[in-house]
């Protein structure tokens, strides 16, 4: 049940291949955009995530998720079956951030920021978020810094 709100009040997403499933807290809608060289590395692009807090759940596949410590300040979780981008933990404050392409419907979501705005590339643009931080100020945000 991608993208729907369950009765604990959870809005659900899952992996390509469907072999793992999560849950983020209902009210989740901050979106951000992240434009570090790393980010854009592991998604393509700019990584589209859902700023998720400390209340992230793998519901099924936890067997398939793997982790890797991107930087001193992260951590990246991939399903190992298909590859999936499924979010990416700051270590200093424990917030996560979780593809919002895993989500089929994001009710209440928002374009709140770009981070990382300074690593940008010149050659596309964002428009509609409502806050635009540099690498600095956002690691220095999650207490990394």
Do not use: N
């Not at 980010?39 to 998720?65: F, K, N, S, Y």
């Not at 770009?114 to 956002?138: C, M, N, R, V």
Request: with cysteine.
């Amino acid at each position: 049940m991608s993208g729907s709100i369950d009765s604990a009040d959870r809005l659900h997403g899952h992996c390509l291949c469907g072999g793992v499933t999560l849950s983020v807290p209902a009210t989740t809608h901050a979106v951000h955009a992240c434009h570090c060289g790393a980010c854009r590395r592991w998604h393509g692009g700019p990584a589209m995530v859902l700023q998720a807090g400390d209340d992230v759940r793998i519901e099924t596949g936890d067997a398939l998720v793997r982790r890797f410590a991107s930087s001193d300040w992260a951590e990246r979780a991939f399903c190992s079956a298909c590859g999936s981008s499924l979010f990416f933990l700051s270590t200093g404050d424990g917030q996560h951030f979780v593809a919002a392409g895993l989500f089929d419907a994001i009710p209440g979501a928002r374009f709140e920021a770009e981070i990382f705005i300074d690593a940008k590339p010149h050659w596309y643009a964002l428009t509609g978020s409502d806050e635009q931080l540099t690498g600095e100020a956002f690691l220095a945000r999650i207490g990394a810094g």
